[in-house]
């Protein structure tokens, strides 16, 4: 399952072919989307709030209202799974990637095929757009980055190719640089005017799964199946911390908007909120019974999203509240005692007693 959001909006994809609207004020769902045809992929919601893509496991990209669920355009661009989907900053265009190997540019008012990119010769796995929209990157399983101009469809450079697959691609916040996170244990910076790698980051010892730019442009976390995310200097590539703490993978980083706070998911089933400055742990999320393999905050940096495999959104409250009422409130919610797992986590070298009120 893919996110993303707009505003108090949260949209979530989902394998049970549908695509849910979070209202992440209350944490209730505002709507649900179905008529796929099959299991939601990806999702993506315009620059200005109002469209809403799904793409599903059969090729099919829906765009709908994103207020009323009016469809505006169904189409089939691919012949296999939609596994990503990012608009153009003005909203326009609408670029897909998926398992066959090829990005579409989409049209997002007639819903018609602008472009088809043929580059890779395995599923693209994440497209895009650098910040002026002037730019379209691509990755895929066969190790490599493709540049693409999106007004023309052509391809403006291919990169020098990793030794194993790429997970994810990010612009920098000033779009001068691409970040890639790779099968081959390390992460590549790419200067994004001359195609050039510009450093190779060395530090995992396994597959890196996520990569984020800080607000301020000035770290890079880079999460991976070791278990760990490290903290790099930009644009120095100098390894700052190791974030330890996660009994499995980690698939998803994501910063707060103000840059303090660190959210990283776990297939542990767990996300935890670290402070960047000091690099300590400040809080574990446990609630989903599967792996956690998406995270995002709101803009306003209140409440944090995440996805799981349990084919479920949580939202949480990230400004921590004084222990006692944060021990109601749980009690309230789950309507029992806090298991072992939970005392663990919320009430580490506490007593043993109930805290939960018998009523």
């Not at 976390?221 to 330890?244: Q, Y």
């Amino acid at each position: 399952m893919r996110s993303a959001r707009t505003g108090p909006v949260l949209a979530s994809a989902g394998v049970d072919r549908t695509v849910r609207l979070w209202d992440t004020t209350s944490g209730a769902v505002r709507a649900t989307r179905a008529g796929h045809p099959a299991a939601v992929l990806a999702v993506a919601i315009d620059p200005d709030g109002k469209t809403l893509a799904g793409g599903d496991a059969y090729g099919n990209v829906r765009l709908t209202d994103l207020a009323d669920g009016a469809v505006r355009a169904s189409v089939a661009p691919h012949d296999s799974g939609v596994l990503a989907a990012a608009f153009s900053p003005d909203g326009q265009r609408l670029a897909t990637g998926s398992m066959d190997a090829e990005v579409r540019l989409i049209h997002v008012e007639t819903g018609t095929i602008l472009w088809t990119l043929r580059e890779h010769a395995d599923e693209v796995h994440g497209a895009a757009f650098s910040p002026k929209g002037n730019l379209l990157a691509s990755v895929a399983g066969e190790r490599t980055v493709a540049l693409w101009n999106p007004a023309t469809g052509k391809l403006v450079d291919v990169p020098e190719q990793q030794a194993n697959g790429i997970n994810e691609v990010t612009f920098s916040r000033d779009g001068r640089t691409l970040a890639t996170a790779g099968s081959d244990e390390h992460v590549r910076l790419w200067n994004v005017a001359t195609a050039r790698l510009v450093a190779t980051l060395v530090g995992h010892t396994s597959q890196v799964t996520s990569v984020a730019f800080s607000p301020d442009g000035r770290t890079l976390p880079s999460g991976s199946t070791e278990r760990t995310v490290l903290l790099w200097d930009f644009p120095s590539g100098t390894a700052r911390a190791t974030l330890l703490g996660h009994t499995d993978e980690v698939p998803a980083v994501a910063f707060s908007p103000d840059g303090r706070m660190l959210a990283v998911a776990g297939t542990d089933q767990s996300t935890r909120l670290w402070d960047v400055k000091s690099r300590a742990p400040l809080v574990t999320l446990v609630g989903h019974t599967n792996a956690v393999f998406d995270v995002e905050f709101s803009p306003d940096g209140d409440t944090l999203a995440t996805a799981g495999l349990d084919k479920t959104v949580r939202l949480w409250r990230t400004t921590l509240r004084e222990p006692a009422a944060a021990v109601a409130s749980t009690c309230r919610t789950v309507g029992r005692d806090l298991t072992p797992q939970e005392r663990s986590a919320y009430l580490p070298g506490q007593s043993s007693d109930p805290v939960c009120g018998s009523d």
